[in-house]
C-alpha cells in the first residue's frame, strides 16, 4: 500500500512538473498484483531486446515486438514475486558473473560492454534487472520441483530402451522460440506475435538471439534449444513440422502444448551412432520434466494474478 500511494504521489509531481513526452513515458503500461510496469519500463527493454537480438531498430519494429516485450516484463515480475514470496534471493555476484559471461561472448571488459550499451541507449542495469529475474525463476523451479523432477532407475532403463529400439531412426536437434497462451481469449494477440517475430526470422534475424530474447520457455536462455529428440518424445503439435524440416529450416508459428512454438532444425543424425551416457539420459529427462513443470508453475501464476494491461 505505501508503494502505491507513494506511486500515485510521484506520479502527481510528474504531471504538475515533467514535460509532456516524459509524463507520457511515465504512464503505467502494466499492472502485475503489486508491481507496476511504466511505458518506459517498456520502451527501454524493448530497445535492450532489439539491440541483443540485432533485428533493425525502426518504428515498425519497436511496434511490432512491444507486445511480447511486455508479455515477457509481465511474466519476469510473477517469476520475481514468486521468488520474494519464497524467501529467495539473489546474490549480486550471481547476476555479475552473466554480464561478465556475456561480455565475454563478445569479446569485451565488463567495462567495455558497459559503454557500448550506453552508446546505443541501454543502462546495465536493464540487464542486470533481466538476469536477476531469470536465475530467480531457476532457484524458484530447482526448489519447488527437485523431488517431483526426480528420475528413478526404472524411468532410466525404459528411456535406454528405447533409445536402443530406434537405433537408425532420425533424431532431430531442434529450437523453439515458445509463446504460452494463458486464456482463449489470449490466443489471436498470441499467434499474431509468433508471425511478427517470424517475421524477423525472415528478414535475417538469428534464432538464438531472438529465442534468448523472447522465447517465453525455461529454454530461452540457451537460445531455444530443445536438444537432440526422436519422433515420439516431439510434442504432437510440432511433431509433424519437424520431421518434415530440412536442416536450417524455420517454420511457424504453429499450435503447441499449451502456446505457440516458432521451430527451427538445428541438425539431424541417425539414432545409435553414439555410445549411450546414462548420464546424459538422466539429465535430459529432468530437463523434460522441469520444463514441463515450470511452464504449467508460471501459467498457474498467470491465471492467478492481478494483471491489468493498459497499453
Known amino acids: 500500500?505505501?508503494?502505491?500511494?507513494?506511486?500515485?504521489?510521484?506520479?502527481?509531481?510528474?504531471?504538475?512538473?515533467?514535460?509532456?513526452?516524459?509524463?507520457?513515458?511515465?504512464?503505467?503500461?502494466?499492472?502485475?498484483?503489486?508491481?507496476?510496469?511504466?511505458?518506459?519500463?517498456?520502451?527501454?527493454?524493448?530497445?535492450?531486446?532489439?539491440?541483443?537480438?540485432?533485428?533493425q531498430d525502426t518504428q515498425e519494429n519497436r511496434q511490432r515486438l512491444s507486445g511480447v516485450v511486455l508479455r515477457n516484463l509481465i511474466d519476469e515480475h510473477l517469476k520475481t514475486q514468486a521468488a520474494k514470496s519464497q524467501g529467495i534471493t539473489v546474490d549480486d555476484a550471481e547476476v555479475n558473473a552473466?554480464?561478465?559471461?556475456?561480455?565475454?561472448?563478445?569479446?569485451?571488459?565488463?567495462?567495455?560492454?558497459?559503454?557500448?550499451?550506453?552508446?546505443?541507449g541501454i543502462l546495465m542495469d536493464s540487464l542486470a534487472d533481466q538476469f536477476r529475474a531469470d536465475i530467480?525463476?531457476?532457484?524458484?523451479?530447482?526448489?519447488?520441483?527437485?523431488?517431483?523432477?526426480t528420475v528413478n532407475r526404472k524411468d532410466i532403463d525404459d528411456e535406454i530402451a528405447q533409445m536402443k529400439e530406434n537405433e537408425g531412426k532420425p533424431e532431430y536437434l531442434v529450437g523453439e522460440i515458445f509463446l504460452p497462451v494463458y486464456s482463449p481469449a489470449d490466443a489471436a494477440a498470441v499467434e499474431s506475435t509468433g508471425k511478427d517475430l517470424m517475421a524477423q526470422l525472415q528478414q535475417g534475424a538469428n534464432f538464438t538471439e531472438l529465442a534468448q530474447q523472447f522465447s517465453q520457455s525455461p529454454t530461452g536462455s540457451s537460445g531455444g534449444v530443445l536438444g537432440w529428440l526422436r519422433a515420439d518424445q516431439l510434442d504432437p503439435g510440432m511433431r509433424g513440422a519437424v520431421t518434415a524440416m530440412t536442416k536450417g529450416q524455420i517454420t511457424g508459428p504453429i499450435q503447441t502444448s499449451g502456446g505457440y512454438s516458432i521451430l527451427t532444425l538445428f541438425d539431424q543424425r541417425t539414432a545409435g551412432q553414439t555410445p549411450i551416457d546414462e548420464d546424459a539420459v538422466t539429465s535430459r529427462l529432468t530437463a523434460q520434466r522441469i520444463d514441463t513443470l515450470a511452464r504449467a508453475y508460471l501459467s498457474d501464476l498467470r491465471t492467478q494474478a492481478f494483471i491489468d494491461i493498459r497499453q
Open 98 to 120: 552473466r554480464l561478465n559471461e556475456l561480455a565475454q561472448q563478445n569479446k569485451l571488459t565488463l567495462e567495455e560492454f558497459r559503454q557500448k550499451l550506453a552508446a546505443s
Open 136 to 149: 530467480a525463476w531457476q532457484m524458484v523451479v530447482r526448489k519447488r520441483f527437485r523431488s517431483a523432477a
Open 1 to 55: 500500500m505505501r508503494r502505491w500511494f507513494a506511486y500515485a504521489l510521484f506520479l502527481l509531481f510528474v504531471s504538475t512538473t515533467a514535460h509532456p513526452a516524459a509524463s507520457q513515458d511515465l504512464k503505467i503500461a502494466a499492472v502485475v498484483n503489486e508491481d507496476i510496469i511504466t511505458v518506459i519500463d517498456l520502451l527501454v527493454r524493448t530497445r535492450v531486446a532489439i539491440v541483443a537480438s540485432h533485428v
